[in-house]
């Protein structure tokens, strides 16, 4: 049988996964991050019926989906800690639970404040999902492969999306808006009771199950120093949830464009929002493979590949929206949202190799909060409160320009990543010695 070695930084934490088994953890963990997000985002393909029903404002709506992006981004690094020490898997079984029964609860909502108090406990639910997902994923797999590991396990975000809009938007013409949201919610339980029955913390991580006791508090204190303990690392967050402002308000208000500017009925404007966002989830992968293959030998590159996704969709997208509506507005947004998420791969690599491997669900935890407070949560409610002034195409026109703002963080990332990876290895290297030799010591 063939094993993964784990991805641990010390060589004597490293012990073998069944390749098979590895790849069962990676299809069941990255399910339940497809129901994570076709529960959160099932909400933007009924948006045209709720505004019509409650005569709800663009503002009202952006926060529906805001309140999730910001509980995520609130909480996810309280609840990532708490399940690097007391149990990934049975923290992820109980989260898709949470999110599960919540949204259940969209669909029984009554009124406006009922649907409010429910997509907040979506979010608690979903909290800590992402980053304690990806910490179980790497660590049954190669380091070699972590940002394109990253990118496709964050690609199911944007798997969940276009499930949850299609899915949802056919729901919603054939049963009513509610049925959309039963529908991701039984998904949901049906997945939260399967996975504790299949992945098993003795199995992913043996080693740290039979020394977590007698190691625990002394591993506690330096490990989490790396969180914070750089320049390149803190640049790198920043530049993440800047620019997820971008392809995360894209996602949210693309049905609502369609549905406007394109006069399409709620079916078909969230079957042709799904495209976009499969686009965005194809790039993903594309975007980390492609680190992945250019940096092994150079990793500073994966910062410099993340410039580039952040300058160029900026420019496809600012394309599209200054044309009118039509096939080729359609296609350019595509190509945009192509590379507009790129940065995941790079940056979910980047963290990872600027931190220790004992708190990486700490880490991605910590990923996750700047994503969602500095994106997720503020895009689509800004978005929707400019909508409200000066129109929704107006207001995309100004979302693409966000995406120069990470690009010059990254960029500061870029200047200080050589020196960060040497600091991190408590050594003085000079510029000659390969950056990759440094990582591989991390």
């Known amino acids: 049988m063939a094993f993964h070695p784990i991805a641990a930084d010390d060589d004597d934490c490293a ?12 299809a069941l963990t990255f399910g339940l991050l497809i129901s994570d997000y076709m529960s959160r985002q099932v909400l933007n393909a009924v948006f045209p019926l709720l505004k019509g029903e409650w005569a709800l404002s663009d503002g009202q709506l952006g926060l529906l989906s805001g309140i999730v992006a910001l509980m995520v981004g609130l909480l996810t690094f309280p609840l990532s800690l708490m399940a ?12 898709a639970l949470l999110w599960s029964l919540a949204t259940l609860g969209c669909a029984l909502a009554q009124d406006y404040q009922q649907m409010f108090i429910a997509r907040f406990m979506v979010g608690v639910g979903e909290a800590a999902y992402g980053s304690v997902g990806i910490a179980v994923v790497i660590s049954v797999f190669p380091k070699h492969m972590r940002a394109t590991l990253a990118s496709a396990f964050m690609a199911g975000g944007m798997f969940g999306s276009v499930l949850g809009m299609a899915m949802g938007g056919a729901l919603a013409a054939k049963l009513g808006w509610r049925w959309s949201f039963a529908g991701m919610a039984l998904f949901g339980l049906l997945l939260a009771v399967l996975y504790p029955l299949i992945v098993k913390e003795a199995r992913i991580a043996p080693q740290r199950a039979v020394q977590a006791a007698n190691k625990a508090a002394a591993a506690v204190k330096r490990p989490l120093s790396t969180l914070f303990s750089t320049r390149s690392v803190v640049a790198t967050y920043i530049g993440s949830g800047l620019q997820l402002f971008v392809g995360g308000t894209v996602i949210v208000w693309m049905p609502s464009y369609l549905n406007r500017y394109y006069d399409m009925a709620t079916d078909k404007a969230g079957g042709v929002a799904a495209i976009i966002v499969l686009c965005s989830g194809a790039g993903m992968i594309l975007c980390g493979m492609l680190s992945d293959r250019l940096c092994r030998h150079s990793p500073e590159r994966k910062v410099a590949l993340a410039i580039a996704y952040c300058l160029g969709s900026c420019l496809l997208l600012s394309a599209a929206f200054a044309l009118p509506a039509g096939p080729l507005q359609l296609a350019l947004i595509c190509l945009g949202m192509l ?16 931190t220790h491997y004992s708190v990486h669900g700490t880490a991605f935890a910590t990923l996750t909060l700047a994503n ?11 978005t929707g ?10 207001a995309f026109q100004l979302v693409p320009l966000i995406s120069i703002a990470a690009a010059a963080v990254f960029f500061y990332a870029k200047c200080h990543y050589h020196k960060d990876i040497a600091r991190l290895t408590g050594q003085s290297v000079p510029d000659s010695v390969s950056e990759a030799a440094l990582e591989v010591k991390l």
Do not use: C, E, Q
Not at 339 to 354: D, E, Y
Not at 372 to 382: D, E, K, R, V
Not at 385 to 394: E, T
């Open 15 to 26: 012990v073998g996964v069944a390749r098979k088994y590895a790849w069962i953890v990676f």
């Open 84 to 95: 690097d020490r007391f149990g990934r898997v049975k923290s992820l079984a109980l989260m």
């Open 339 to 354: 590379i507009a998420a790129g940065t995941t791969g790079p940056a979910g690599a980047m963290v990872a190799n600027l």
């Open 372 to 382: 969602n407070m500095l994106g997720l949560a503020p895009g689509p409610f800004i």
């Open 385 to 394: 409160k400019v909508s409200d002034l000066i129109g929704l195409h107006a």
